[in-house]
């Protein structure tokens, strides 16, 4: 493991929240993910048994939309998160790089994603070079990012509040592919994507839509580690198409087996409703 992590003391409940998730899953690749979270990067925990700021990373992600997201662009650029057992308290990192220098930046809360991390909650932004910022690569390896919980509220740290650093390797940010991804199947569809080289482990998500049609609220998550396959398949069983007309579904593929530093991601639409008229047509032909 060659990133560096500061930390005061590690939290008991991280594990015993680990073990809960390990009796109720035999998901191992899921497993595997929460280990490398929870146990790799362990939360600070302050004096008094609370811990506050639980991990976090800066990662760069390749993301593309389906046609559907007609508000939405592709982009490949550099992001941080962070987890935290508080949702009021912001989230600040320092250090990164900026056309005017290194630079300190304001991490937002994002409730759409707290199923992910449940019980904690998560923070992140991503970094254009619109804004000012460096794009994926040499810029950001061999760097040393703080990341800390502003609990007082002045914008900066101070002794006492919860923080981590986050150094990213040199050499390691690589552009991820975008998965091809193909849906078959109606109400419990069947998702197949191809191998992404370099990643370790797949997550396969369903969000809810906004009227905009714009990623609302994470509803499903599940994790599929890379075994060498050339394509990989997952059947969603859940009843999450008798509810909504139509979901966004997301395949990300990762290395986190690492340490988060690369991640691709494609974001589609699949929908349950069948097309009446065309089922007439096809009776009376």
Known sequence: MNYIYQEKSRGVKHFNFLQKCIRKTRNLAFIKLLAIILLFYPGLVKADGTSLLINGSIF???RAYSDFFT?????YEMRVWATS???TLPIFV???PHTSGAVQVKIPYMNILDLLHSPYFTYTRKFSAQNGFSVPGSDWEGRSFLIYMDENLNGMLDPGESSLTWTIPEGSI???NIPVVT????????ITWTAINGAEI???????????????DVLFSDYISADGSSSYSFKYEGDLFSQYSILALSVMASDINSGLVNRSTYITTHSAKVNLTGVILLMLD
């Open 174 to 176: 690589q552009q991820l």
């Open 85 to 87: 057992v508080n949702n």
């Open 202 to 216: 797949y997550n396969v998500r369903l969000w809810a839509l906004t009227e905009a049609n714009e990623l609302s």
């Open 71 to 75: 508000n939405a662009a592709d982009y």
């Open 94 to 96: 320092q250090n990164l």
């Open 183 to 190: 849906i078959t199947g109606q109400r419990y569809p069947t």
């Open 60 to 62: 760069a992600e390749n």
